[in-house]
């Protein structure tokens, strides 16, 4: 029996994974879950999967959680030190599907407890992490296994054949806007923003996909990941959103994986792994009538662009977490309804232009000192309005 671990656990992928851990009880023991805050869904789910440790981050709901998981047994740990504390634990498998920056320490930790598989659906980690916890996983013999449906799929096809690649394609479903005007795109309410044509996501990863800055940050995850360069990774518009990564090789051969939009597919391989588990997701092709591809407009989401022009700059990994970062502020300040659409990226690229470059990545407080000093700056850039479209 996997002894298993969910940080995250209230969230869209986490709600997701403990689904499928209720209905596989017999092949896992569930030692610990987490959220930020929300501790009623929490208590339940630590119920029905029998936990040992539950952690809340948000101490202000850690009374709420304890009175919820009176007499169950349930170790309550809370804060950040907690949430570190359960991320520490000993374990086969830990799912992390913690939003933003805060998944950072997380990961580490859960890599240096020993730990041997981690199912990562944080990419913010990777993004900022980069080379970090790559070097950290391959001292610690830990497996990292992406679940974001695209690296998820780029990763199964490099475990049969990971020589003689000459790119990898990330597909793109668009977002809710692929076929709007820049004109139309000035106009854009949070609400819409929000809604996704073909998945069911939280609200940062939504506007993320509507401003395609999450195919922005997914390629930078990719070169950190696969250990590939900017200019072997392409990004194709796919609105269809069946087809999820492709490798193509040197001799012409491209790679495919097809599934279903649900992330429920990727989290079982990751559970999984190195075995697959049968779902009754079953793709019919004939009716899906047709699959169709397009370049992404790089002047209507220019996110893209500005992610290549982090990873071919002087200082990629620093850049990366300054781009995650301004971001972070900017979608949320977006969701406040304090900028608007088009400044999401604006704010972005004005904060990295801003933004004086490091030297070396030697630790986590470095990438925790750079996230900062970015945070700052795009709150400053936000407040003087200090950008113009481009």
Known sequence: MKKVSVLGSTGSIGRKTVDLLLKRKGEYQVEALS?????ALLAHQAKLLRAKYVAISDDRFYKNLKESLLGTGVKVEVGAEGLTNVASLPIDLSVIAIVGIAGLE?????????TKVIALANKESIVCGGELLQKKAKEKNVQIIPIDSEHNAIFQVLQNDDKHV?????????????????????NVMV???????????????SVDSATMMNKALEIIEAHNLFNISSNRIEA???????????VVYKDGFNFAVLAETDMAIPISYALSWPERSALSYKLGLTKQKKLTFQEPDHKRFPAL??????LNSSSPYVNSIAFNAANEVAVNEFLKSRIDFLEIVE???STMESFDNYTDINSLSDIINIDYESRVIANKVVESKAFVYS
């Open 305 to 310: 662009k500005l992610s290549m022009e982090v």
């Open 35 to 39: 959220t930020h805050s929300n501790f």
């Open 106 to 114: 997380p990961v580490i930790e859960a890599i240096e407890s020993g």
């Open 166 to 186: 000459e790119k990898i394609v990330l597909t793109a479903s668009g977002g809710p806007f692929l076929n709007y005007s820049l004109e139309q795109l000035k």
């Open 236 to 246: 194709v518009v796919h609105p269809e959103s069946i087809i999820h990564g492709i």
């Open 347 to 349: 704010v972005v690229k």
């Open 191 to 205: 609400n819409q923003a929000l809604s996704h044509p073909t998945w069911n996501m939280g609200k940062k990863i």
